[in-house]
């Protein structure tokens, strides 16, 4: 932080001048603050999806999304994840995979 920006820190916040100024402050506990980052960064599920493609393999998308061949195999036999088959070739589209992580991500609520 440099000095500017320890300036403008420390200044209270008025919208003109004519206004009366306000200081807010906002205490957040350390384990509270990481779990919300952890919660913002989750719902935003970061899959490296090559540009232009419609579908990847099993193998692509498990390196898009990285994880292994075997985590896309086994939400695929359990029905958590939807495919559909080339030749006999499995492919998933971006859209399946999205879905299947933000299932996985936020579990039902409710029962």
Not at 26 to 39: K, P, T, W
Not at 66 to 79: A, F, K, T
Not at 84 to 94: C, M, V
Request: charged share 25%.
């Amino acid at each position: 932080m440099n000095e500017r920006t320890m300036r403008l820190a420390n200044e209270p916040f008025a919208a003109n001048k004519d206004a009366p100024s306000a200081v807010v402050s906002l205490q957040i506990d350390r384990d509270a603050l990481r779990g919300l980052v952890a919660e913002v960064l989750s719902a935003q599920p970061n899959v490296d999806w090559p540009s232009g493609r419609l579908a990847l393999t099993e193998e692509e998308a498990a390196t898009a999304c990285g994880v292994g061949r075997h985590v896309l195999r086994d939400l695929r036999l359990e029905g958590q994840l939807s495919y559909r088959t080339l030749g006999r070739r499995i492919i998933y589209t971006r859209s399946d995979v999205l879905a299947a992580l933000d299932s996985i991500a936020s579990p039902a609520k409710g029962g």
